[in-house]
T-cell receptor
Framework: DQQVKQNSPSLSVQEGRISILNCDYT??????FLWYKKYPAEGPTFLIS?????DKNEDGRFTVFLNKSAKHLSLHIVPSQPGDSAVYFC????????????FGQGTRLTINP | NAGVTQTPKFQVLKTGQSMTLQCAQD?????MYWYRQDPGMGLRLIYY???????DKGEVPNGYNVSRLNKREFSLRLESAAPSQTSVYFC??????????????FGSGTRLTVV
């Protein structure tokens, strides 16, 4: 039972345009959401997060939007740059015990020059 | 500063062999985690340790054991490796506690092949 789903395995975007990565979740107990970025042969690195009390969080070129009623979040990257080419994982957590993160399957983003 | 260090980076095992994946963090974090990454499956939690002296099962614990040796180190053991355990294994640590932003720091991974 996949509690966090990224339904697009891959996405290709032109440099300078907007990249939109989507994530859906099923567990209404999740109250904190994160995006991680992963380059080949490296571990994932934290990118941006959002609490369920907010519907938007910005950090430079990266913005995460949360729609709790739809159990959906998205990551917007504007403008997209070649260095943004990576696998992006969505993750969710609830206020339980050790704050375990549940990850989605990942979306491979390719930025074309 | 090293962050989270995993050893080895690569390993090939024969079915039935055993091995231990090592993980150490130098950030004085309380919580540590082991995940495996498989194509199309994302990252799945194997075991975690909320604090020194405690360990708990995650989503896919079968075939694995863990030891939280001290606050810095959290090892993952495969007692009798199977081809289904071919994967990339990531260790992560987290500060934990009230007000923490839930962010993990990951190691660079161990690529394990079981033949």
């Amino acid at each position: 039972d996949q509690q966090v789903k990224q339904n697009s395995p891959s996405l290709s975007v032109q440099e300078g345009r907007i990249s939109i990565l989507n994530c859906d979740y099923t567990n209404s107990m999740f109250d904190y959401f994160l995006w991680y970025k992963k380059y080949p042969a490296e571990g994932p690195t934290f990118l941006i997060s959002i609490s369920s009390i907010k519907d938007k969080n910005e950090d430079g070129r990266f913005t995460v939007f949360l729609n709790k009623s739809a159990k959906h979040l998205s990551l917007h990257i504007v403008p997209s740059q070649p260095g943004d080419s990576a696998v992006y994982f969505c993750a969710a957590s609830g206020l339980q015990g050790a704050q375990k993160l549940v990850f989605g399957q990942g979306t491979r983003l390719t930025i074309n020059p | 500063n090293a962050g989270v260090t995993q050893t080895p980076k690569f390993q090939v095992l024969k079915t039935g062999q055993s091995m231990t994946l090592q993980c150490a963090q130098d950030m004085n974090h309380n919580s540590m985690y082991w995940y495996r990454q498989d194509p199309g499956m994302g990252l799945r939690l194997i075991y975690y340790s909320a604090s020194e002296g405690t360990t708990d099962k995650g989503e896919v614990p079968n075939g694995y054991n863990v030891s939280r040796l001290n606050k810095r180190e959290f090892s993952l053991r495969l007692e009798s490796a199977a081809p289904s355990q071919t994967s990339v294994y990531f260790c992560a640590s987290q500060k934990g506690g009230t007000g923490d932003n839930y962010g993990y720091t990951f190691g660079s991974g161990t690529r394990l092949t079981v033949v």
